[in-house]
Antibody, heavy 126, light 111 residues
Framework: QLQLQESGPGLVKPSETLSLTCTVS??????????WGWIRQPPGKGLEWIGS???????YYNPSLKSRVTISVDTSKNQFSLKLSSVTAADTAVYYC??????????????????WGQGTLVTVSS | NFMLTQPHSVSESPGKTVTISCTRS????????VQWYQQRPGSAPTTVIY?????PSGVPDRFSGSIDSSSNSASLTISGLKTEDEADYYC??????????FGGGTKLTVL
């Protein structure tokens, strides 16, 4: 059974860089059928997709966050990571990683997210 | 850019049927698949419908999805409501510009 687990600091100072890692177990991150994604949820609010990565390193990002986001993959460790720079209080959220399944349309930007990690709360505060 | 608009909340009694809508602001709802997620308090989302109307294994057939091109909307219908269905529900779709987009979520109360 595939499982994902987020890890990283729970508190980040304003203007600094948020860094999180997602460890995948029970399956290989190098599967050709999937991307791997990051999604966040501010407290009491809805879901926002941040970006997704293929095991080859190919990425695509939410246009509204693209200038501050970097997602990378380490296939040797079965992990992928998120960096979000110049954070503000508006970046306070629960951050989830998830397997990104491409749908039958074949578009690289298609698909859905399943399963998800349990999520990790990151607070931006001095 | 497109948005997916959902009602903020819906409520219904146990045993009844409820439908949650998800309206696409621009572009055809039928042009890209729609997914639905259930999120119980304090938990991560789980998929209840993918590719408009497909149920993952383990999701009861009380959950169904559909698309209506005339209203440019997707719908999630839950029949035979149970108290355990009380949760937030999110729709999600995509396009070549915005990539992945989630609706704002609907709080379902089963009372």
């Amino acid at each position: 059974q595939l499982q994902l687990q987020e890890s990283g600091p729970g508190l980040v100072k304003p203007s600094e860089t948020l860094s999180l890692t997602c460890t995948v177990s029970g399956g290989s991150i190098s599967s050709s059928s999937y991307y791997w994604g990051w999604i966040r949820q501010p407290p009491g609010k809805g879901l926002e997709w941040i970006g997704s990565i293929y095991y080859s390193g190919s990425t695509y990002y939410n246009p509204s966050l693209k200038s501050r986001v970097t997602i990378s993959v380490d296939t040797s460790k079965n992990q992928f990571s998120l960096k979000l720079s110049s954070v503000t209080a508006a970046d306070t959220a629960v951050y989830y990683c998830a397997r990104h399944i491409l749908d039958s349309s074949g578009y690289y930007y298609s698909g859905w997210f399943d399963p998800w990690g349990q999520g990790t709360l990151v607070t931006v505060s001095s | 850019n497109f948005m997916l608009t959902q009602p903020h909340s819906v409520s219904e009694s146990p045993g009844k049927t409820v439908t949650i809508s998800c309206t696409r602001s621009s572009g055809s709802i039928a042009s890209n698949y729609v997914q639905w997620y259930q999120q119980r308090p304090g938990s991560a989302p789980t998929t209840v419908i993918y590719e408009d109307n497909q149920r993952p294994s383990g999701v009861p057939d009380r959950f169904s999805g559909s698309i209506d091109s005339s209203s440019n909307s997707a719908s999630l219908t839950i029949s035979g409501l149970k108290t355990e269905d009380e949760a937030d529900y999110y729709c999600q779709s995509y396009d070549s510009s915005n990539h992945q987009v989630f609706g704002g979520g609907t709080k379902l109360t089963v009372l």
